[in-house]
């Protein structure tokens, strides 16, 4: 069964950082794009960072572009997020994400795990 447990999160002041990771399981690690996304209460769930299954290509959105950093070590099967210069806006709870080749031909699994919760307050 595919497994993503993040971990990390907690409360920070703003600017300060913070290491999230997600530890994958029941799936070859190293073949698939991974990515971080982040869900604040009442608004909908939003992309921040991807990376290639290599780890030399990474994609980040405009909010968090120059402040945050995603990385893996697939020796260990493990995504990182590397968070700085903290805003009250990236307030969430943060989630790595991958997605799989359905059971049906031309279809895919989406997979989530369950959530690290990041606050930035003063």
């Known amino acids: 069964q595919v497994q993503l447990v993040e971990s990390g999160g907690g409360l920070v002041q703003p600017g300060g950082s913070l290491t999230l990771s997600c530890v994958a399981s029941g799936f070859t690690f190293d073949n698939y794009l991974m990515s971080w996304y982040r869900q604040a209460p009442g608004k909908e769930r939003e992309f921040i960072a991807s990376?290639?299954?290599?780890?030399?290509?990474?994609d980040y959105a405009d909010s968090v572009k120059g402040r945050f950093t995603i990385s893996r070590d697939n020796a260990k099967n493990t995504l990182y997020l590397q968070m700085d210069s903290l805003k009250s806006e990236d307030t969430a709870v943060y989630y790595c994400?991958?997605?799989?080749?359905?059971?049906?031909?031309?279809?895919?699994?989406?997979?989530w795990g369950q959530g690290t919760q990041v606050s930035v307050s003063s």
């Open positions: 990376i290639i299954s290599t780890g030399g290509i990474m």
């Open positions: 994400n991958v997605v799989l080749e359905g059971k049906v031909a031309d279809t895919a699994d989406i997979y």
